[in-house]
């Protein structure tokens, strides 16, 4: 399987940032971006539907539940810094927290 491509993303000028969040500890599934505002914030820097999010400005997302991490982001004040995974396999069998953690 493919461990997918690691990204970088920085977004600044405060929110909103144009993305949806999904998944988190407390689903039991990995945080992804669920939607991507055309012409946002996220869309201008990258950011994709599906794409895994382990980190929110230096905080992992391992053992976060959603609202933490809705938190995460709200609070981010005028910038945002996301760390993602991207890969059709990863898409294809989303992995546990546990999971991604072990690679």
Known sequence: MSEGEQLSI???GGGPWG???????????PLT???????GKAAKSGVQPNDIITSINGHSTLSIVHLEAQQ???N?????ALELIRGRDLIAHPLSPYQLQCQ
């Open 10 to 12: 920085s977004l600044s």
């Open 19 to 29: 993305l949806r969040l999904q998944g988190g500890k407390d689903f039991g599934a």
């Open 33 to 39: 971006i669920a939607r991507v505002t055309p012409a």
């Open 72 to 74: 995460l982001v709200k």
């Open 76 to 80: 981010s004040g005028s910038s945002l």
